[in-house]
């Protein structure tokens, strides 16, 4: 049977997968809050874990732009009535101007936060909260250049590790959190080679706080892996146990020959797996792969790789990582999934067992009930009204 994207249909091929595992010949574990590597497995309430959750961007981005907009309870209860087990949102503001009232009036912004939380806790459902996605906007916060992240005595660093110890202090005796992502694909950011021309065709947006670029918002590299390792050492020392994700993107396919200055080249099968490595750095315990369906060529312009291949590549790179005890790595995918008002997307997450699968499909499978175009439509517009950076705080 050809893989899709349909949540009932993979939610009941992966019930029997589980069922053979040997864990399962075992009385249960005790609950654990959320999701933890273990001998090199991705696993909750102490047994191998597979799951299929969505991409609930604005769960939050909502409530914080107007306080009356409780929208995510029902969003909630839809994916508790579809079983949908969790939902990976942005746990910030989106602009600088977004975090005004984190800046003028922080016991009102986590009392709306505390909403969300509470509310998927309700309904049994499980949060990535992603604390910085737009990352870029912690710097601009903080007065400094994109590059501020390389240096872990920045003024960036310093609200990044303010932000994170409270966030993390704050929820994470919550069973609604499943584990903690630090930005969306900042990976796709760096060591770009037209990067100059981009920073020139850019403009400050004074409204939304963005200021006018500068080459020291060129990021690099190292960019990344210091934000992401320094991230990951807080975490890891706040809380001993949940995963710790990068939110980073598929790698772009000549990522490691951008970085060494070799641009327009197709990275190899094995700079790949390297690439995927450097931008997961330790103390990250998962490796995250949002993939898109496009005719990128990846390996080969001649005989470029389909989707199967580069799934094996992550599976082989899984398979090698656990042979040699390191940390087992999990693969998810994003599809623009738009449902009713909640701009839901979907997300697949697999991991057990030393296998990594990927699931694609062109199917769209809406949660809510079809709704006349013109009604999508004046949802989603909305929906985005509220998260451009439109809406006031």
Known sequence: MRPTLTL????????????????????????SLGLSVQDGVLVRNGRPYRGIGVNYFNAFGCVLADASDTSYQQGFA???????????FAACGFWPSDWRLYQTNPTEYFRRLDGVIE????????????????????????????????????????????????????????????GWEFANEMSLGVDLPNAKSLIASRKPIPRLGVPAPTDADIATAKTLTTALTE?????????QDRIIISGNSAPRPGAWHNTAGHPGRLDSREQFSEILVRDNPDPLSVLGVHWYPSHEKRFSKEQPASLADVAERLRFHSRDQRRSNRRWRD????????????????????????DCQLTYSKQETPLLPPRRPAARAAGRAACRAKLDGSSKV
């Open 119 to 178: 509310a998927a806790e309700k309904n049994q459902i499980g949060l990535i909260p992603s604390l910085f996605w737009r990352w870029t906007t912690i710097a601009e916060l903080a007065g400094e250049p994109h590059s501020a992240w390389e240096n872990p005595a920045s003024r960036t660093h310093a609200l990044m590790r303010r932000y994170t110890e409270e966030f993390v202090t704050r929820y994470r005796k919550s069973p609604a959190i499943w």
């Open 331 to 354: 693969a998810t995918r994003h599809r623009t999934h738009p449902a009713g008002d909640h701009c839901y997307e979907s997300v697949s997450v697999c991991a057990a067992a030393g």
């Open 8 to 31: 009932l249909l993979t939610a009941l091929l992966l019930a029997p997968l589980a069922a053979l595992h040997p864990a399962d010949l075992t009385p249960p574990a005790a609950p």
């Open 231 to 239: 991230f990951g050492k807080l975490v890891r020392r706040l809380d």
């Open 78 to 88: 839809v994916l508790r009535e579809h079983g949908v087990p969790f939902a990976r």
